[in-house]
């Protein structure tokens, strides 16, 4: 059983706390709730443990993987020459993965980090009811500053919707 630890609600009434996944992963956990959408913790915590339950060590390993060749395939596309093992055992050495978003509907975001190949940015993974990647995204991360104003932050997002790459994921 997947055992949270160090849970604490935000202000928003989110929950957030830390979990040891397999293979000695410490992450952060997020609970997204939606705008107008209020959960107790005790129902954020089950979903939140439902959802990563199935996330084995060979399946953490499997999706490492995945995302090292889609990403290093994507920055090789079209390029000059094609990728090699090396390129591949870079992005892999560094991958990191910090934590987990976790919705209401028990939708699974993982977030690594890769900071020499992807500095200052982050590596998203939603992933479907089988465990696979559905959406595969880099982009800048989502900082909440609270001294920003309303117009501030929509700005914010708009920019951060631009600057995003999605990685197209093969069949």
Do not use: C, K, N
Not at 131 to 143: G, H, K, R, T
């Amino acid at each position: 059983m997947i055992e949270l630890t160090d849970i604490d609600l935000d202000e928003d009434g989110e929950l957030s706390a830390v979990v040891m996944l397999p293979g000695d992963r410490h992450v952060a956990v997020l609970f997204a709730l939606d705008d107008d959408e209020q959960l107790g913790s005790a129902e954020m915590l089950a979903i939140a443990q439902r959802a990563l339950a199935p996330l084995t060590g060979d399946e953490l390993d499997r999706l490492d993987d995945e995302i090292v060749h889609e990403l290093v395939d994507s920055d090789f596309e079209g390029g000059e020459r094609e990728a090699e093992a090396s390129d591949y055992a870079v992005l892999a050495d560094e991958l990191d993965l910090q934590g987990a978003i976790v919705s209401s509907d028990a939708t699974l975001v993982l977030v690594y980090e890769a900071p020499t190949q992807y500095a200052g940015l982050v590596i998203y993974a939603e992933l479907d009811e089988a465990l696979l990647i559905d959406v595969l995204s880099v982009a800048e991360p989502d900082l909440d500053d609270e001294d920003e104003d309303e117009d501030d932050d929509d700005a914010l997002d708009a920019d951060a919707e631009e600057e995003e790459e999605e990685v197209e994921q093969g069949d």
